[in-house]
């Protein structure tokens, strides 16, 4: 796929994918903020209507007018938790090959220029600490070129983290069960909604040929 600059390309797609990760990042948080005392006062709906909207915005959620409190997120204040953002952006980027199925008028990327906005999204920061994602980004890329299916995308990794990581988070309690099952539907709408952007954006950047 040619672009009238390869950089500027690079640059605007691994930074749609980093600030989906953040968004993502911050709706669990506003899930978990809502199922203490506010949980029959603010509908999940509009946490999740608000936060797919627009999931390159950061800070949608703050039109909520509900702040983000330290104390009663205070499980999620933890530098264990904090790797949650570098994983989440992980699990996106090594999906990134999947990008191959979009097609413009002048083509479709090539594995190099997959393989570039990858690493441009892991050296802003994603990360797959202890292989907690099980997903490998040249195994997607070979189901890409082979027309196999790729395994849905879901928030089995995540509970998983929180398992092993964030015991006062895997504790069986009302607002723990509640955030895992929001996190169920959240994970799988916000990569839908991610393919949809990278889409939208890729043909905007692509020079349109013919």
Known sequence: MEFVS??????????TVVKA??????AVKYVYLIS?????????KDIFKISLKNITDTTSLYNTGIKLDKERCK???SPEYERVLS???YSFAVRLPELKNI??????????????IFDTVCEKGAAN???????????IRRLVKSGKPVPAYDAEWFKSYIYGYVPALAAITNRNLFLFGSCDVLFTLFYSSLQ????????????IKG
Do not use: C, H, P
């Open 6 to 15: 390869e950089r500027t390309a690079y640059t605007i797609i691994s930074e």
């Open 21 to 26: 990760g953040v968004s993502l990042f911050n």
């Open 36 to 44: 203490d005392r506010d949980f029959y006062n603010i509908s999940i």
């Open 75 to 77: 499980e999620m204040n």
């Open 87 to 89: 994983l989440i952006v």
């Open 103 to 116: 097609k413009t008028s002048g083509g479709s990327l090539n594995d190099k220029q997959i393989k570039t």
């Open 129 to 139: 600490f202890e292989n907690i994602i099980v997903d490998d980004f040249e195994e």
């Open 196 to 207: 949809d952007e990278l889409e939208r954006v890729i043909n905007s950047l692509a020079v």
